[in-house]
């Protein structure tokens, strides 16, 4: 299967790096993916995931968000926000080619931000969430240490993983303005929530609240003992197969592929 290099522009006229993963064959429909927070589209689960599904007919495309990977930009300087717009703008990027995406699929806050971006891109048809919080405010327990210096000072280097951002004020704050609540029940998609129930970082709660808040169709699916990051590449697959099977009831099959 072809994987191809290829970038584009935020809105804030910033060079996102992406690639596209594409089936042997024509493809059914193209997807979107959105790495886990602080991740990039060379995690395990992205790449997993997007060859996983094109392996099923979906070509699906995968990013680095603004300052992360090989993204231009500074994360954690811009506002949370600005990656809700970074989703849209890969959206349309991939229309403008003739891709258009039905299919919004994100992992950790990268579901949380495509709960977010879905209602701003009209031709998604369903959402996937893997693993996602249910407020986009939830990530900040994993810089909790730093939380004050942040805010006195206006800004705090913070590890997370392998790496070490400079977080900015605005983007805690931004942070605790966002509300899923009314994004997802108003979201008029079709939902599926992929969570497993011993994650420690993202408890199941999440799950449960943001299926609570979504109307149907709307489904669950338990990830059994895959860890948050789904490290382990049958846990992967089987996200990928999974995510294939609901989609088909919901993606029109595309007439002479691309």
């Not at 886990?36 to 995968?62: E, M, P, Q, Y």
């Amino acid at each position: 299967m072809p994987t191809e290099r290829l970038s584009f522009e935020s809105r804030r006229g910033v060079r996102l790096s992406a690639r596209l993963e594409r089936p042997d064959g024509p493809p059914l429909a193209y997807a979107l993916f959105a790495h886990c927070f602080a991740c990039t589209k060379n995690s395990l689960a992205a790449v997993r995931i997007t060859r996983g599904l094109a392996a099923r007919g979906i070509a699906t495309l995968r990013f680095d968000f603004t300052g992360l990977g090989e993204s231009e930009g500074e994360f954690g300087r811009q506002p949370y926000s600005a990656d809700v717009a970074d989703l849209v703008a890969a959206a349309a990027f991939m229309a403008a080619k003739g891709m258009t995406p039905r299919l919004l699929i994100g992992h950790s806050l990268g579901g949380t931000a495509a709960l977010a971006a879905a209602g701003q891109i009209p031709d998604v048809a369903a959402v996937v969430t893997i693993g996602s919080p249910y407020e986009p405010s939830h990530v900040t327990n994993l810089f909790a240490a730093e939380l004050d210096e942040i805010i006195r000072y206006g800004e705090a280097p913070v590890k997370l993983g392998p790496g070490t951002f400079n977080l900015s004020r605005d983007f805690v704050e931004d942070l605790s303005r966002q509300s899923s609540r009314e994004r997802i029940h108003h979201l008029d998609r079709a939902l599926l929530v992929l969570h497993a129930p011993m994650d420690n970082v993202v408890g199941i709660e999440n799950a449960e609240a943001i299926f609570e808040a979504a109307r149907h169709p709307k489904s669950y699916v338990s990830l059994d003992t895959a860890d948050h990051l789904l490290t382990r590449a049958a846990d992967a697959d089987y996200t990928a197969g999974i995510i294939a099977a609901w989609a088909s009831r919901y993606l029109s099959v595309m007439e002479g592929g691309a």
